[in-house]
């Protein structure tokens, strides 16, 4: 098979997908140059771990049906679930384990597993035993033996070692639901690998020193009980010890900042399922509605003067509607029924107060450019924002404590609080994108307007709201063929089914995730 068809296979079976961005990583080994299909995804580039393995003849196996995938080296097993940020490698003599966290996760796509080309390739030269070199735009050149563990995390140029230290000081807090660390760079880290084992969560940051006198603490009295650093060469590498109420954590780059902050979260907020579980009223049995803004807060303005909380009203009235007549035991909640200013903190403790088993915000988009080309529906889980475009968003939705009586019982919620609040939420975090995922594939193939995909960026609104929860940005009331669609009673009522219909779908895997836990 030469180049020229592989490359005109791949372009017919990828030609559908217009969510992503398609293109090809070109595998070099010895003498031989191999295409594999990849694409990117806010600004991150995958590719097929399925297809890496055949360009280099590697054994693998793959369970379709749970989304795994394992590569069989000589001495170790990288195994890669879908749908998740977390590596394993496993030792074939020892049993041995490595548990790595990469910044983002896989996904699942025309029955391939793409994963973060420039996350992973350190792991796998671990595994495979062999240096891979990452050379651009998009050419992965495998290299010679691997020798020492020195080189595990090697994947990229050679590293220049500098006098100063990058890495200078490190902050502690201690939060009700965890303890934030972060920690102070005087340079943007351009990678990193984190794994947790025996209780010790280990960190080694690419490319940069640290000053490790500044850093290093001892006898902790939090979650937290000790921080040793070291430089190994090029490199810095953290190992963090942590207390028996230890639970999750999570590791990310500060937008705007040099700093990375790593969150170690304990068990107090990860009872939700438990919770479930004890409760005689674990039924999907509420759903909450909450159109977006209201009253003297318009929301955006578009095309036509049309008001954006006019739009978010009037699709939540018709989801209601299709819920109450269609979903007799189940009681529809709205934050607000007519035009209406309603505080972004009490939309959640409404949620809270009525029991609810769902949350779902609903608000139009749009740009500070009118008219725009930019289109479609997106949908948002409650994460710290990791593009520009989604905390642009985050921050005109959140402008809207401008319109309340006290702004400043909002002050605290900043982005390195917003991770930890995120974290709050991770025990249901796994159905609030399981519904966003449902909601995306139906906007996707049940509406005229384009599926943007599943977001994350830092919503107040979702903050409050202790339950599985969304945003969805219906459409850019900015762009003339959106705002058309979105101003009309038959574009409105197209969006409330689809709504609906994941509704639906979601209900059905929730009851059985319940079930199956009683």
Same mark, same amino acid.
């Given at each position: 098979?030469?180049?020229? &068809?592989?490359?005109? /296979?791949?372009?017919?079976?990828?030609?559908?997908?217009?969510?992503?961005?398609?293109?090809?990583?070109?595998?070099?080994?010895?003498?031989?140059?191999?295409?594999?299909?990849a694409?990117?995804?806010?600004?991150?580039?995958?590719?097929?771990?399925?297809?890496?393995?055949?360009?280099?003849?590697?054994?693998?196996?793959?369970?379709?049906?749970?989304?795994?995938?394992?590569?069989?080296?000589?001495?170790?097993?990288?195994?890669?679930?879908?749908?998740?940020?977390?590596?394993? @490698?496993?030792?074939?003599?020892?049993?041995?384990? *490595?548990?790595?966290?990469?910044?983002?996760?896989?996904?699942?796509?025309?029955?391939?597993?793409?994963?973060?080309?420039?996350?992973?390739?350190?792991?796998?030269?671990?595994?495979?035993?062999?240096?891979?070199?990452?050379?651009?735009?998009?050419?992965?050149?495998?290299?010679?033996?691997?020798?020492?563990?020195?080189? *595990?995390?090697?994947?990229?140029?050679?590293?220049?070692?500098?006098?100063? &230290?990058?890495?200078?000081? @490190?902050? !502690?807090?201690?939060?009700?639901?965890?303890?934030?660390?972060? @920690?102070?760079?005087?340079?943007?880290?351009? +990678?990193?690998? +984190?794994?947790?084992?025996?209780?010790? /969560?280990?960190?080694?940051?690419?490319?940069?020193?640290?000053?490790?006198?500044?850093?290093?603490?001892?006898?902790?009295?939090?979650?937290?009980?000790?921080?040793?650093?070291?430089?190994?060469?090029?490199?810095?590498?953290?190992?963090?010890?942590?207390?028996?109420?230890?639970?999750?954590?999570?590791?990310?780059?500060?937008?705007?900042?040099?700093?990375?902050?790593?969150?170690?979260?304990?068990?107090?907020?990860?009872?939700?399922?438990?919770?479930?579980?004890?409760?005689?009223? *674990?039924?999907?049995?509420?759903?909450?509605?909450?159109?977006?803004?209201?009253?003297?807060?318009?929301?955006?303005?578009?095309?036509?003067?049309?008001?954006?909380?006019?739009?978010?009203?009037?699709v939540?009235?018709?989801?209601?509607?299709?819920?109450?007549?269609?979903?007799?035991?189940?009681?529809?909640?709205?934050?607000?029924?007519?035009?209406?200013?309603?505080?972004?903190?009490?939309?959640?403790k409404?949620?809270?107060?009525?029991?609810?088993k769902?949350?779902?915000?609903?608000?139009?988009? +749009?740009?500070?450019?009118?008219?725009?080309?930019?289109n479609?529906?997106?949908?948002y889980?409650?994460?710290?924002?990791?593009?520009?475009?989604?905390?642009?968003?985050?921050?005109?939705?959140?402008?809207v !404590?401008?319109?309340?009586?006290?702004?400043?019982?909002?002050?605290?919620?900043?982005?390195?609080?917003f991770i930890?609040?995120?974290?709050?939420?991770?025990?249901?975090?796994?159905?609030?994108?399981? &519904?966003?995922d449902?909601?995306?594939?139906?906007?996707?193939?049940?509406?005229?307007?384009?599926?943007?995909?599943?977001?994350?960026?830092?919503?107040?609104?979702?903050?409050?709201?202790?339950?599985?929860?969304?945003?969805?940005?219906?459409?850019?009331?900015?762009?003339?063929?959106?705002a058309?669609?979105?101003?009309?009673?038959?574009?409105?009522?197209?969006?409330?089914?689809?709504?609906?219909?994941?509704?639906?779908?979601?209900?059905?895997?929730?009851?059985?995730?319940?079930?199956?836990e009683?």
């Amino acid at each position: 098979m030469n180049f020229k &068809f592989l490359y005109i /296979l791949f372009f017919l079976l990828f030609a559908n997908a217009t969510a992503q961005n398609f293109d090809m990583v070109y595998i070099q080994s010895g003498g031989t140059v191999k295409p594999i299909p990849a694409y990117t995804r806010e600004g991150i580039l995958y590719f097929s771990i399925r297809d890496f393995a055949e360009a280099l003849n590697i054994n693998y196996f793959f369970n379709e049906k749970n989304g795994k995938f394992e590569l069989k080296f000589n001495n170790y097993l990288l195994k890669v679930t879908s749908k998740n940020p977390y590596l394993v @490698i496993t030792e074939r003599v020892s049993g041995s384990q *490595w548990i790595f966290q990469l910044p983002t996760s896989s996904y699942y796509l025309k029955q391939l597993i793409f994963v973060p080309l420039k996350y992973i390739i350190g792991p796998v030269a671990k595994a495979y035993g062999r240096e891979i070199i990452f050379a651009q735009p998009n050419k992965l050149i495998i290299g010679g033996k691997i020798i020492g563990d020195k080189q *595990w995390f090697t994947h990229s140029t050679e590293y220049k070692k500098t006098g100063a &230290f990058d890495v200078t000081g @490190i902050m !502690i807090s201690e939060k009700a639901n965890g303890t934030l660390i972060k @920690i102070q760079t005087s340079k943007r880290i351009p +990678s990193y690998y +984190s794994s947790f084992k025996d209780g010790i /969560l280990t960190l080694i940051f690419r490319k940069v020193n640290a000053d490790v006198s500044r850093i290093n603490r001892d006898h902790l009295n939090g979650l937290i009980k000790k921080i040793e650093t070291k430089n190994i060469g090029p490199d810095t590498e953290f190992k963090i010890v942590v207390g028996k109420g230890y639970s999750t954590y999570e590791v990310m780059n500060v937008e705007g900042s040099n700093d990375i902050i790593v969150t170690i979260h304990n068990k107090i907020f990860t009872n939700f399922e438990n919770e479930l579980k004890t409760q005689k009223k *674990w039924g999907f049995d509420v759903i909450v509605i909450d159109p977006g803004h209201g009253g003297k807060d318009p929301g955006a303005i578009g095309i036509g003067k049309v008001k954006e909380k006019d739009i978010n009203l009037s699709v939540a009235l018709k989801l209601g509607k299709l819920i109450e007549k269609n979903m007799k035991d189940v009681k529809v909640v709205y934050t607000r029924k007519t035009d209406k200013f309603v505080d972004l903190y009490k939309r959640g403790k409404i949620a809270n107060e009525k029991d609810g088993k769902l949350f779902i915000s609903i608000h139009c988009n +749009s740009t500070k450019k009118k008219p725009t080309d930019v289109n479609g529906i997106e949908v948002y889980l409650l994460r710290p924002g990791r593009t520009s475009e989604a905390i642009t968003i985050a921050e005109r939705e959140n402008s809207v !404590i401008e319109y309340e009586d006290d702004p400043a019982r909002y002050k605290k919620l900043t982005d390195e609080n917003f991770i930890l609040v995120s974290m709050a939420h991770s025990a249901y975090m796994k159905y609030s994108e399981t &519904f966003a995922d449902l909601l995306n594939n139906e906007f996707k193939h049940n509406t005229k307007l384009k599926a943007r995909g599943v977001k994350q960026a830092g919503f107040y609104v979702l903050v409050g709201a202790s339950m599985p929860n969304v945003l969805i940005e219906t459409g850019f009331i900015s762009n003339k063929k959106d705002a058309i669609f979105l101003k009309s009673h038959n574009g409105q009522k197209q969006l409330a089914e689809a709504i609906f219909d994941a509704i639906k779908s979601y209900r059905k895997f929730y009851e059985k995730e319940m079930e199956a836990e009683l």
